[in-house]
């Protein structure tokens, strides 16, 4: 007797889970991949800087939400979040990478609302006088 041959094979149960899992796994796969290589190409996502020139850089990558973060204190850049910072005076951290955009000139004078409300002073002394709007990021002083 000669044997006889299937003309058809079919997959099991289990053969036909694994196959539409494997494929549903290839699709995410392939999904995924694509997600990545579109967002390659323009910066999406948070951005985080600590100084003004956030605003020209979320002109130019429109997908970007922008947080600004102003402080007067030197910040750990991982454990804050921050991408990148604008920092005046030394580096806390000697591990950041770090270039010098500009000088830094500080110049005292006194607001013209307050001219209008006060005296104009005439010398030094004079100036206790006057309100103080102090930026306290370089010194903690507090008075003129």
Do not use: Y
């Not at 990558?61 to 030394?90: F, P, T, W, Y």
């Not at 806390?92 to 004078?109: E, H, M, T």
Request: with cysteine; proline share 6%; glycine share 8%.
């Amino acid at each position: 007797m000669e044997p006889r041959w299937c003309r058809a094979v079919s997959l099991t149960d289990a053969g036909q889970d694994f196959l539409e899992r494997s494929r549903r796994i290839l699709t995410d796969l392939d999904d995924a991949e694509h997600t990545a290589e579109s967002e390659r190409g323009e910066p999406m996502g948070r951005f985080v800087v600590s100084a003004p020139l956030i605003c020209a850089f979320m002109n130019l990558h429109h997908k970007l939400r922008g947080e600004l973060q102003l402080s007067g204190r030197m910040m750990n850049l991982v454990e804050d979040g921050v991408d990148v910072a604008i920092c005046i005076g030394l580096l806390a951290d000697p591990g950041d990478i770090a270039g010098k955009v500009s000088a830094v000139r500080s110049v005292l004078g006194p607001a013209p609302a307050d001219l209008a409300t006060a005296d104009t002073p005439d010398d030094p002394e004079a100036l206790r006088d006057h309100r103080l709007i102090a930026f306290t990021g370089l010194t903690a002083q507090r008075q003129w």
